[in-house]
């Protein structure tokens, strides 16, 4: 599926073995440029982070550690 303006493409996932909850997602804007946003519930690397890229789905917003909130 090709990513169009206001479609929110998500991935959760969950770390094996612990109870680490993540979800990543990717929205484009209508401008062309995509936005990615990731949550880790817990654990040592857990916060709200966020970032852009080329790739405008869910999972590849999992690359998304570039700042944080």
Do not use: H, R
């Not at 493409?9 to 995509?34: P, R, Y």
């Not at 916060?47 to 790739?55: E, P, V």
Request: glycine share 14%.
């Amino acid at each position: 599926m090709v990513p169009s303006f206001k479609v929110v493409s998500v991935n959760v996932a969950s770390v094996s073995g612990t109870d680490q909850q993540i979800w990543e997602a990717a929205v484009l804007s209508k401008s062309g440029k995509c936005y990615w946003i990731k949550d880790i519930a817990s654990g040592a690397g857990a916060g709200t982070f966020y970032g852009t890229g080329a790739t405008c789905t869910g999972v590849a917003a999992a690359g998304a550690a570039s700042a944080s909130w």
